[in-house]
């Protein structure tokens, strides 16, 4: 169903569509939401070896220092 | 058949792959999907099963099939080929001349390094351990350099080699052979070692973390101060049985919280001092107190902590989900299945907080409350 749009002539035509419409639109609208979320995922890697933190790293640079040469 | 472990958290699944070690947070039906690949079926009947359970068409279910198989499954069910330890060619310097005991658990550590960098490295944390008494010594550990690396040998057996910038790698291998070492444990037996501090009240310790920064350390500090026990700072181990250990360090503490804490420990004043040039900090070691190595027991909760000056007090419980999003990759954890289920089931029953605090008086109140179960 096409109404016109009182405000003005010059806009095109809105569409109107029934609730029933409405829903079935929103309906596929959540699906694929829902599709999309089964695709998404979070991907963790716990550390490979133990580490202190990393703030206790180095008096100084050693490289800059020449300490690994 | 791939090894894999899942278990359900709030309303999503965390799946852990063996071969990859990963630990991947998922829709409940993507879990499903993915178990059924893991179990061989056809993708043609897995999306034939799923385009009838969902109403879609067999194209659309064939695509989120071949989406989670080609994303997901393959890259974590391949054994990644890491490069194979390589013993490189060294030879330990005869000039060894930096030399420290130390006595940790009833046992005397020396430690040899060829230089005072290395020594720097390592020594500051555990300064407060150091002993005059060498006559009896049970492990001997070497550090040098070598073809631009640092290395650690103990007992005359090679641990490995780091560059400068896996420095962090080197001092977190030292502390956990000295772990080993105290406890008798070989690394397989724990289940992880968490970037945390550990607090004790009575029979429980509550874990305390948060990012670099953020106040663990001080709060540590802070909570002993109360008569709380302290149990470890930055690096805490629990066993396979989920028991959580004492490791001796000293509690580093930055130097903007030193004034905080100078009424609890006025010997922080004259303490010494460590300027991290690379990161432009500088902190002081406070050794911990009572250090009880004979203490093995569960933990009753993780408190995500921040210390805000503009906030006063605020604590929530927090989604177990973003908990686990943060603690995973600030860990290492064990990748046997054993200890893999371990960490998962030792996970699903730990509460999760966020505390962010600015009033000392009541953060205490607050972990006092959550180990005496009135929060």
């Not at chain 2, 150091?130 to 009896?136: F, L, Y």
């Not at chain 2, 990012?211 to 709380?228: C, I, Y």
């Not at chain 2, 902590?305 to 290492?332: G, H, Q, R």
């Not at chain 2, 600015?358 to 409350?369: F, H, W």
Request: glycine share 4%.
């Amino acid at each position: 169903m096409k109404s016109k749009n009182p405000q003005n002539d010059n806009v095109s035509d809105e569409i109107t569509i029934s609730r029933k419409e409405a829903l079935k639109k929103i309906g596929k609208y959540g699906k694929y939401t829902a599709l999309t979320a089964i695709g998404t995922f979070i991907i963790l890697h716990p550390k490979k070896a133990q580490a202190t933190s990393v703030d206790h790293s180095g008096l100084i640079t050693p490289d800059a220092n020449g300490f690994f040469d | 058949m791939h090894e894999f472990l899942s278990k359900a958290v709030e309303n999503k699944s965390i799946v852990w792959f063996k071969a990859s070690n990963s630990y991947i947070i998922l829709e409940e039906i993507a879990a499903q999907l993915v178990h059924q690949i893991l179990e061989n079926k056809t993708p043609q009947k897995i999306a034939s099963t799923l385009a009838e359970k969902l109403t879609i068409s067999e194209q659309e279910a064939t695509h989120i099939v071949k989406n989670l198989n080609d994303r997901l499954v393959i890259p974590n069910t391949i054994k990644n080929s890491e490069a194979p330890t390589i013993k490189r060619e060294y030879e330990i310097p005869s000039n060894l001349t930096f030399k420290k005991h130390y006595l940790i658990n009833r046992k005397i550590f020396k430690v040899e390094f060829a230089n005072e960098f290395q020594l720097s490295l390592l020594h500051p944390k555990f300064a407060h351990l150091e002993t005059q008494e060498s006559s009896k010594i049970d492990h001997t550990f070497q550090v040098f350099n070598s073809n631009h690396l640092i290395h650690l040998v103990l007992d005359g057996e090679f641990i490995g080699a780091w560059e400068s910038k896996n420095i962090h790698y080197f001092q977190g291998k030292f502390s956990m052979k000295i772990i080993e070492c105290i406890y008798n444990k070989n690394e397989a037996e724990w289940m992880g070692v968490f970037h945390a501090s550990a607090i004790n009240f009575k029979d429980e310790n509550i874990l305390i973390l948060g990012d670099s920064g953020n106040g663990k350390s001080t709060s540590l500090a802070l909570l002993q101060a109360q008569g709380f026990q302290c149990i470890a700072d930055d690096f805490v181990p629990i066993d396979q049985a989920q028991n959580v250990y004492s490791f001796p360090a000293g509690i580093s503490i930055k130097k903007k919280a030193v004034s905080v804490l100078l009424k609890e420990y006025p010997t922080l004043e004259t303490s010494a001092e460590y300027h991290y040039e690379r990161l432009n900090k500088t902190v002081r070691y406070l050794p911990p107190q009572q250090i009880d190595y004979h203490k093995k027991v569960p933990c009753k909760a993780l408190v995500f902590i921040k210390y805000d000056a503009t906030i006063d007090f605020e604590i929530s419980e927090m989604s177990k989900l973003k908990a686990f999003e943060n603690l995973v990759p600030d860990s290492w954890i064990s990748s046997s299945s054993k200890n893999a289920a371990s960490f998962l089931e030792w996970f699903e029953k730990m509460p999760c907080y966020q505390l962010t605090y600015s009033n000392n008086e009541l953060m205490y109140t607050a972990i006092k409350r959550i180990f005496e179960d009135e929060l």
